[in-house]
């Protein structure tokens, strides 16, 4: 059963992380990265503590898809930290290949907006490759006029 957890309220595991980054990691994914080694497997050790460091989880809200241990799905939302756009964040989101076209994206994207919205932000900002037609009509069923 695909289970959808509010990152700041879930401990993952090890293997959890590491399913993640595998996911992040993928072509299609990592094509969004400016640093083309998103996941250094020659020290997973230092990936994991890096992770669970990292700073800005403030302005930070995420909800993954989880098949079990596996990370299948995410989207995360980064509000602005600027005083003029605090009411902003930006959007990022992915959905492993294999789960692809089963509405998981509709369902992480859902649970973000209701997120959004509950802490009062106002407007959300995302884009996609003109090419990825699943994002744009993922992105136009979510659109608020």
Same mark, same amino acid.
């Given at each position: 059963?695909?289970?959808?957890?509010?990152?700041?309220?879930?401990?993952?595991?090890?293997?959890?992380?590491?399913?993640?980054?595998?996911?992040?990691?993928?072509?299609?994914?990592?094509?969004? $990265?400016? $640093?083309?080694?998103?996941?250094? /497997?020659? $020290? #997973?050790?230092?990936?994991? !503590?890096?992770? =669970?460091? =990292?700073?800005?989880?403030?302005?930070?809200?995420?909800?993954?898809?989880?098949?079990? *241990? !596996?990370?299948?799905?995410?989207?995360?939302? *980064?509000?602005?930290?600027?005083?003029? !756009?605090?009411?902003?964040?930006?959007?990022?989101?992915? #959905?492993?290949? $294999?789960?692809?076209?089963?509405?998981?994206?509709? /369902?992480?994207?859902?649970?973000?907006?209701?997120?959004?919205?509950?802490?009062?932000?106002?407007?959300?900002?995302?884009?996609?490759?003109?090419? *990825?037609?699943?994002?744009?009509?993922?992105?136009?069923? *979510?659109?608020?006029?």
């Amino acid at each position: 059963m695909i289970e959808i957890v509010y990152t700041r309220e879930y401990s993952f595991s090890d293997e959890q992380l590491i399913s993640f980054f595998e996911m992040m990691s993928a072509p299609d994914q990592a094509q969004w $990265d400016y $640093d083309p080694a998103v996941f250094d /497997r020659s $020290d #997973v050790a230092k990936e994991l !503590r890096e992770f =669970r460091e =990292r700073p800005g989880q403030d302005r930070n809200h995420g909800f993954w898809a989880m098949d079990g *241990n !596996r990370v299948i799905g995410m989207v995360g939302i *980064n509000q602005f930290s600027e005083p003029s !756009r605090r009411h902003c964040a930006e959007m990022g989101f992915g #959905v492993a290949r $294999d789960y692809a076209r089963q509405g998981l994206g509709y /369902r992480l994207v859902c649970a973000a907006l209701d997120k959004a919205r509950a802490i009062g932000l106002r407007r959300i900002e995302a884009d996609c490759f003109a090419h *990825n037609l699943a994002a744009i009509a993922l992105l136009r069923k *979510n659109e608020i006029p």
